[in-house]
């Protein structure tokens, strides 16, 4: 059996901020256009008051069902796979699928920005083993929620990951395909950067507290480690595809800032060409990524077109996928 891509679906928020105005926002002691010129990012969308992880996904979802030319009720597993999500517990797919209007099994997937590409995989493999005939997942990213928006200069600097963040959401719907579909998976974990960043509020270590619930984090050695070991994942891919940079039509990578862009494209040699570059007028959506990436070029690509998805996220987690058009 192959399991392909037949839906996709995101969602972007109304309202926008530029850097600069964020940056008024957290200090005005900073020298003016910082956070533009280290991140090389101008723009992002940011979740209204009453638009919730949920609410950002269920955008996306129904976008996804409508590209498949499904109904809500024609799914049987929902994944809600994201970094962020709208309480500790029930699971946030639960409260997707009331207003989904669903029935399908339903769970979330969570593992920082790889969690939409995990959940995909999941899925994939819930189908492949007769769990599944269709699924939807979804993810609804408001990490711009974790940003401490006022702050002296120390502050700043250790939150100051948590500045290229974006809202957004988005879906895909998995179900068995003839021909092309998801051909090869792989994956690397290097557990032992877990403390490299993050949010440590909400859990038990830290249950309660404001100051917990801001992302703080060492963005230089979060990009240390992607650096030594992310071409190598990319030469698995190609020993065991057989597939170059160019025989992709789309390579869609996860992107935190245009200066980590530019190094990614420098260690790996991946054409620039290749890329759909969101983060200079989206910034970081977390896991919402790749999905927003996937929907723009899904229109433009043709049967038998193959994408290369490449996700990066904290824990420390790599993972690539290999999907073609069917």
């Not at 129904?62 to 309480?87: E, G, K, Q, V, Y």
Request: hydrophobic share 40%; net charge neutral; proline share 4%.
């Amino acid at each position: 059996m192959r399991v392909g891509i037949t839906g996709v679906g995101s969602y972007l928020p109304e309202h926008e901020v530029t850097t600069a105005d964020l940056q008024r926002q957290v200090s005005a002691r900073l020298p003016r256009g910082l956070f533009a010129r280290l991140t090389g990012i101008e723009r992002r969308r940011i979740a209204a008051a009453d638009e919730y992880a949920s609410t950002l996904g269920l955008h996306a979802a129904r976008t996804a069902l409508h590209s498949a030319d499904l109904d809500p009720l024609d799914i049987d597993l929902l994944l809600f796979a994201s970094a962020s999500r709208d309480m500790v517990e029930p699971a946030t797919a639960h409260i997707l699928q009331a207003s989904l209007g669903s029935r399908a099994h339903a769970l979330d997937v969570t593992n920082a920005c790889n969690s939409f590409v995990n959940g995909i995989d999941l899925a994939r493999s819930m189908i492949l083993a007769g769990r599944a005939r269709r699924a939807l997942v979804v993810t609804g990213e408001t990490p711009s929620r974790a940003m401490r928006l006022t702050a002296d200069l120390a502050e700043a600097r250790r939150s100051f990951a948590g500045y290229t963040f974006g809202d957004a959401g988005a879906a895909v719907v998995l179900e068995p395909v003839e021909r092309g579909g998801i051909l090869d998976i792989d994956s690397e974990t290097y557990s032992e950067h877990w403390t490299a960043g993050g949010i440590p509020g909400g859990g038990s270590r830290h249950p309660r507290g404001d100051e917990h619930t801001y992302f703080a984090g060492d963005g230089h050695r979060l990009r240390g480690v992607f650096e030594k070991v992310g071409a190598g994942i990319l030469d698995r891919v190609r020993s065991r595809t057989g597939f170059e940079h160019t025989d992709y039509a789309k390579i869609l990578v996860h992107q935190v800032t245009l200066p980590y862009l530019d190094r990614f494209v420098e260690v790996t040699g991946v054409p620039r060409d290749r890329l759909e570059i969101t983060v200079t007028g989206l910034g970081n959506m977390a896991s919402a990524t790749i999905g927003v990436q996937l929907a723009r070029v899904h229109p433009d690509l043709k049967p038998g077109d193959r994408v290369l998805l490449v996700g990066l996220g904290g824990g420390v987690s790599l993972m690539t996928m290999v999907w073609e058009r069917s």
